[in-house]
């Protein structure tokens, strides 16, 4: 698509459950990133991949938040045994030529709001 | 530890008045300086990208500059539609292909 694409872009789960975010990163982009932004804040970095391998989770909040992007090319966040505190807008972005020097294109996000 | 902080947190601006927004950066080897617009509900989309102290860049009515310490976005003549939050990322050398973002700048211009 013309875009990154994330679905859906308004998610309501009770706490507890699972939920799976989407995202579908610029046709031929090589890297692909989450973040997660609070109201009023910049993004905060979570994980991102160079094709299909995860290069860097170190921003994964914990063990509840995993991500994978199995064809280099659409990436799923899940998050486990959702809490009220990872209630946020998640965003993924994309970049060409491996992120190196090069800018992201963000999505329009998902927000998650856990009940 | 690597920071990216920017100021000020709000600018209000009549139509017209020309203003500078800051972001100053404490990071170990810089490998990149990006500004970002956010408009409310949005993405951030991008603007430019800053590689050396000495840059320049320029589109419509922003440049941007960027020294060893800090990058400034000027908004020269500012309009109505140039109001939003103005965000700045750094890549840093040796910490991988991420992003780190400062927490922006709300910028309204007032007609």
């Known amino acids: 698509g013309a875009g990154v694409s994330q679905s859906p872009r308004y998610k309501v789960t009770k706490r507890g459950q699972d939920v799976a975010l989407r995202c579908d990163p610029i046709?031929?982009?090589?890297?692909l990133y989450w973040y997660r932004q609070a109201l009023g804040q910049g993004p905060e970095f979570l994980t991102y991949?160079?094709?299909?391998?995860?290069?860097?989770k170190s921003g994964l909040p914990n063990d509840r938040f995993s991500a994978e992007r199995p064809e280099g090319s659409i990436s799923t966040l899940t998050i486990q045994r959702t809490e009220q505190r990872d209630s946020a807008m998640y965003r993924c972005?994309?970049?060409?030529?491996?992120?190196?020097?090069?800018?992201?294109?963000f999505g329009q996000g998902t927000r998650l709001t856990v009940v | 530890e690597d920071q990216v902080t920017q100021s000020p947190e709000a600018l209000r601006l009549q139509e017209g008045e020309s203003s500078s927004l800051n972001c100053s950066y404490t990071?170990?080897?810089?490998?990149?300086l990006f500004w970002y617009r956010q408009d409310p509900g949005k993405g951030p989309e991008f603007l430019f990208t800053?590689?050396?102290a000495g840059e320049e860049k320029e589109k419509e009515r922003l440049k941007a500059t960027l020294t060893k310490k800090e990058s400034f976005l000027h908004i020269t003549a500012p309009k109505p539609e140039d109001s939003a939050t103005y965000l700045c990322?750094?890549?840093?050398?040796?910490?991988?292909?991420?992003?780190?973002f400062g927490t922006g700048t709300s910028l309204t211009v007032i007609p």
């Open positions: 972005a994309s970049s060409p030529r491996g992120g190196l020097n090069t800018e992201a294109f």
């Open positions: 046709s031929g982009h090589v890297s």
């Open positions: 991949f160079n094709y299909e391998a995860q290069q860097d």
């Open positions: 990071v170990s080897g810089l490998r990149g």
């Open positions: 800053l590689y050396s």
């Open positions: 990322a750094v890549q840093v050398r040796n910490t991988g292909n991420q992003f780190y």
